[in-house]
């Protein structure tokens, strides 16, 4: 690996010409190679690297786009209205316009990825130092930071090497901003190459951040053991003082957890995190809890548990200071992007700090320093606890059923809420004494208090429902398996042949934020649907979490059921949002490990491998954020196809495959170079399903590849058809696209689906070793 | 109050869906289109319209007008034991992908549609979706038949009570079946 401003002074050197003094010699770059791959085309891939690849797939997977409105506001020449064909004073018309907004979505993405992996580096590298291996999982993993060997072509060994990495990452989100400004990219097809690119560029960061905490803090690596640890309010001792953390960068958390332990004060504090940071912290201590995934801030901040509320960042409510104000418990603002408007006393005595916080003289600091942090947080919840007793905002019944009675029946409450929940009938029911309805609501508010700003009687609505669902609040104890990392080389070598000759049905990735259609009871039902099918199934951030919300009826999660390794039938937490990087790195890994391509920079070939080959989609059931988006980009340039669930369709534009344009579904048979016909494997690459029960069959679907086996092929349909009769109570109308040949057909439907396809005038295809690629045809490669 | 967004945060922009007044406005649409096209998504299969689901009103008007039906989301099995074949069903995002595609030939293969309704999606994505299809469908009319005001529709009903939708609906088909 090579290191940067290398220095080397010599302060007096004797030669037989000379005699030199003060000698001192700067190189921009020293690079120590000893990886033996040869480098592939594209090393540290610039934005137009690899526009040939997106366009491929951007000519089947065309964007259809959604506008949220019909102007563009960027610039002073506008509003611009670009309505149905019009362009705006700088030329721009409403798809560039669109496919601009959704690059922009996906950089805030990418960038916040990024500069979170840069604080973590420069951290970690302060305080372990530069030469700190990257052991992420020990002689388990021998592929490690698979993202980076692909799109950057290097094998970084120590904490140092992902330094260039970020700078490449930094160089590329601002190449790619300054795209979007008046003036620059025009065309829509463009932006979206962009798009891809910025997702790329995303999970370089994640992987960055997450092999750089879990080679330092003493993560589970690579560990389909990973400790049961504990989620939910339930689980949280509300005799001990506790600290909340939220967000997503677990570095101020450790500071809190390491003071505890050395004051001896572990044990004594309850210390719990909201979001991804809550991952990460019961990753560095299996002792730390998880509270829930982002929606429940509200819920948890009212009920006036924690002590000290301590904020990193991203997802953070903008509002959490004035929540936390409230219920008289002081915040500590940890993160440059988040400052909260609170003075910066980084510098000052610990002592002071917390003489301030506990008196009450200021409502929170700013504290850059972790371990000030965490010597601040512990001395003052311990101090602070007494004092507050719990204080909570959450209104007692009575003080319900009064409010309730003011209610000016405006019904502004329910056309607040992104869910269109029936609020204003449930308080109708509450002002009687029946809190039944606002009860009902718990389990499916997505806790954003949108209601209560509209209210015109500044009810505190949320609230209500949270106090009408208490008992369910309570009784939230449940056990999720720890952020295990990476997927081990052993794993993928036991899994990488029948996943690509589709003997293992698919891989699920359910990912994402928890802006849920109808609460998470949803993705329980799903993930518990495919692992029992016998696809392998990935969770990651508050996804990870919801899955761990139900109990089964012996009382068990679906982690205490399923067991946390990379096979058939398995739910595998890997971790946070940034540990999102080892499931695109799983699926790059069965190209390397199990079909043996070069990954160093190779990234287009790999790419296309994955695509035709590896039967993986993703579910972002509840995606609400720019970091959602961007990492979907991620896979979408992988070519690995991404459900959303409704909501998801407010990210204003989908991929689209059209299955009944056969010209769209032809691939090169890398054997002979003859154009073959393969169905629409997959049909879409982002994709908002309406239904629980439509994203169930999609999934089944997009999990065909080009490459199945007929054995294969015979199992996915299989899946598909039985999803498609239980849930839709009917038979596919597109069997005929996915049969390439007798064998394809499961055994025990041949009958049923014979007389279809002699219906639709069904001819055989062969099964082709496909790809987009015509550079990978081999019979070219012997002629030339 | 009634030509807001039923989810007020909801601003289109310049062009704004029509308010359909009375009913006889959506048959003279429907008379007067070469190629409609009913969409219906999930919610119809729950809501309740008086004493009907709105599923009931979709098959009536489907049958009424003549107008060939597409069931989005997993509704497909429902209609069947309603004793209802649509003409096509498909996921809500493939539909409105088809629509604005000038090429496409339609479920029939006779062409592309000029008139476009659409019920029972839930209204943030029918939002987005009627926004695509205003945007980028060429020649395409759109009516919301839900009861809440789609600004982004050409026509849409303002927000209006379940007796009142229930009133237009049943207008709608009896002059349809005239």
Same mark, same amino acid.
Not at chain 1, 176 to 180: A, F, I, V, Y
Not at chain 1, 253 to 260: E, M, N, P, S
Not at chain 1, 263 to 273: A, P, Q, R, T
Not at chain 1, 572 to 601: D, E, M, Q, T
């Given at each position: ?48 690297? /690899? ?27 506008g ?5 149905? @064909?019009?362009?705006?004073?700088? @030329? ?14 996906? /950089? ?36 490690e ?6 799109v ?7 904490l ?15 190449n ?5 400004h ?22 370089? +960061? ?27 309010y ?9 600290? /909340?953390?939220i @967000? ?11 003071? /505890?332990?050395a ?11 909201l ?22 801030q509200?819920?948890?901040i009212?009920s006036g548990?924690p ?16 929540e ?20 910066n ?30 010597e ?28 309730a009675?003011?209610?000016k029946?405006?019904?502004? #409450? ?14 109708a029911?509450?002002?009687? +004494? ?5 009860s009902?609501?718990?389990?499916i508010?997505?806790? #954003?208090?949108? #209601? ?11 609230s ?18 720890s ?12 899994? @990488?042949?029948p ?35 016998k696809?392998?199934?990935v ?18 999660t ?18 946070? #949002? ?32 994955i ?27 992988? +070519?690995?196809?991404v ?10 534009r989908?991929?689209? +495959?059209?299955k ?6 032809y ?11 393969v169905?629409?494997a ?14 169930m ?18 199992i996915k ?27 394809d ?37 012997e002629e030339? | 109050?009634?030509?807001e ?11 704004? !869906?029509l ?24 919610e119809?299969?729950?809501n ?7 599923l ?10 003549k ?8 509704i ?14 498909? *996921? ?9 595609? *000038?090429e ?30 205003k ?7 759109t ?14 009903? *303002?927000?209006i009570?379940?007796?009142?939708? !229930?009133?237009n ?10």
């Open positions: 690996m090579s290191r940067k401003n290398v220095q080397i002074k010599v302060k007096e050197l004797k030669t037989n010409v000379a005699t030199i003094k003060d000698l001192e010699l700067s190189f921009g770059r020293l690079t120590t190679e000893t990886w033996t791959e040869p480098t592939g085309p594209t090393p540290f891939p610039s934005i137009t690297a /690899l526009r040939e690849w997106d366009h491929k797939l951007l000519q089947r997977y065309k964007p259809f786009y959604m506008p949220y409105c019909d102007v563009c506001c960027l610039c002073t020449f509003k611009c209205d670009l309505t149905a @064909g019009k362009r705006g004073a700088c @030329g721009i018309d409403m798809s560039a316009q669109q496919s601009r907004i959704v690059l922009l979505a996906c /950089l805030i993405g990418a960038s916040t990825h990024t500069a979170h992996a840069r604080h973590m580096v420069e951290h970690l590298i302060e305080k372990y130092g530069h030469d700190s291996p990257i052991d992420i999982g020990g002689l388990s993993i021998e592929v930071a698979t993202i980076l060997r692909l950057c072509g290097v094998k970084p060994k120590t140092g090497d992902l330094e260039e990495v970020l700078d490449y990452c930094e160089n590329q989100v601002t790619l901003l300054s795209s979007t008046t003036g620059q990219e025009g065309n829509n097809i463009d932006f979206e190459s962009k798009v891809f690119h910025a997702g790329m560029i995303d999970h370089v +960061g994640l992987e960055v951040a997450d092999i750089a905490q879990v080679a330092t803090l003493g993560f589970p690596k690579a560990d389909p053991e990973a400790p049961l640890v504990d989620l939910g339930g689980t949280i001792d509300s005799q001990k003082p506790v600290i /909340l953390c @967000g997503h960068n677990v570095i101020p958390a450790t500071g809190i957890i390491d003071y /505890l332990k004051s001896g004060l572990h044990g004594e504090v309850e210390v719990c995190g979001c991804c940071t809550a991952h990460d912290m019961t990753r560095y201590n299996p002792k730390a809890k998880i509270v829930g995934p982002i929606s429940w509200l819920r948890f009212r548990l002590d000290v509320i301590v904020l990193d960042e991203q997802c953070v409510r903008t509002d959490c200071l004035n936390a104000q409230k219920i008289h418990t002081p915040v500590v603002v940890t993160s440059e992007k988040n400052c909260m408007g609170l003075p006393r980084t510098n000052d005595p610990a002592d002071e700090i917390v003489a301030d916080l506990v008196e009450g003289k200021v409502a929170g600091v700013l504290i850059l320093d972790p371990e000030k942090v965490g601040v947080v512990a001395r003052t919840a311990v101090k602070v606890a007494p004092n507050r007793k719990k204080f909570k905002v959450i209104p007692n019944v009575e003080d319900i059923v009064v409010g009675k003011t209610c029946k405006c019904d502004d #409450c329910r056309r607040a809420c992104p869910q269109d929940l029936h609020i204003m009938e449930a308080v029911d509450a002002s009687t +004494g029946n809190l039944d309805s606002l009902s609501l718990y389990d508010c997505i806790g #954003c208090g949108r #209601c209560e700003n509209a209210c015109q009687m500044d009810l505190p609505l949320h209500y429902i949270v106090k009408a669902g208490e008992k369910k609040l309570k009784e939230e104890q449940f056990k999720i398996r952020g295990r990392g990476a997927i081990q080389d052993v794993e993928i070598r036991n899994v @990488g042949s996943i690509v000759l589709g003997e293992i049905p698919g891989v699920l990735a359910v990912v994402g934020c928890s802006n849920y259609p109808h609460g998470g009871k949803e993705v329980v039902d799903i993930i518990q649907e495919f692992a029992n099918r696809f392998i199934v969770t990651s951030g508050c996804a990870a979490m919801t899955a761990a919300m139900y109990k089964n009826e012996e009382g068990k679906l982690y205490e059921e399923y067991p946390g390794s990379f096979e058939a039938g398995g739910i595998v937490n890997v971790g946070s #949002c940034v540990a999102n990087a080892h499931i695109a790195g799983a699926a790059i890994k069965i190209a390397n490990i199990f079909a043996k391509r070069n990954l160093r920079a190779n990234y287009e070939e790999i790419a296309d491998y695509h035709n080959r590896v039967g993986a989609v993703g579910l972002a059931w509840g995606a609400y954020s720019q970091k959602a988006a961007a990492i979907g980009a991620g896979f979408w340039r992988l +070519g690995v196809p459900i959303v669930g409704p909501h998801g369709a407010k990210y204003r989908m991929l689209l +495959g059209r009944d344009r056969e010209e769209d579904w691939v090169h048979d890398a054997r002979t170079g003859d154009r073959v016909y169905g629409p997959p049909e879409h690459l982002f994709y908002a399903a309406e239904t629980k029960e439509e994203a069959v999609m999934i089944a679907k997009l999990c065909m590849r080009p490459n199945d086996t007929t054995r294969g092929r015979a349909l299989t899946h598909y058809i039985d999803l498609h009769k239980r849930l839709y109570g009917a038979m596919p109308e597109d069997i005929d696209l996915y049969v390439r040949n007798e064998l057909i499961p055994i025990t439907m041949k009958d049923e689906i014979r007389k279809i396809l002699e219906d639709k005038k069904w001819k055989e295809n062969r099964i082709p070793d496909p790809t987009l690629l015509p550079r990978m045809i081999r019979k070219r490669k030339a | 109050m009634a030509t967004p039923w989810q007020k945060a909801e601003i289109p922009g310049p062009t704004k !869906a308010i359909i007044t009375k009913p006889e406005v959506v048959v003279a649409m429907i008379k007067k289109a070469k190629r409609p096209l009913l969409v219906v998504g999930h119809a299969a729950e309740q319209v008086g004493d009907k689901k709105l009931d009103y979709a098959i009536r008007l489907s049958k009424m007008g107008i060939p039906m597409v069931a989005t989301a997993h497909v099995g429902e209609l069947a034991g309603l004793g209802f074949k649509p003409e096509g069903f498909m *996921p809500a995002v493939d539909i409105a992908n088809r629509l604005v595609d *000038p496409w030939k339609g479920l029939d293969g006779n062409g592309q549609y000029d008139l476009a309704m659409i019920m029972g999606i839930t209204y943030y994505m029918e939002w987005v979706l009627f926004s695509g299809l945007h980028f469908g060429q020649n395409l009319k009516i919301s038949l839900d009861r809440y005001y789609h600004p982004q529709a050409s026509w849409s009903f *303002p927000n009570s379940i007796e009142n939708w !229930a009133q609906l049943d207008v709608i088909i009896g002059k349809l079946g005239e």
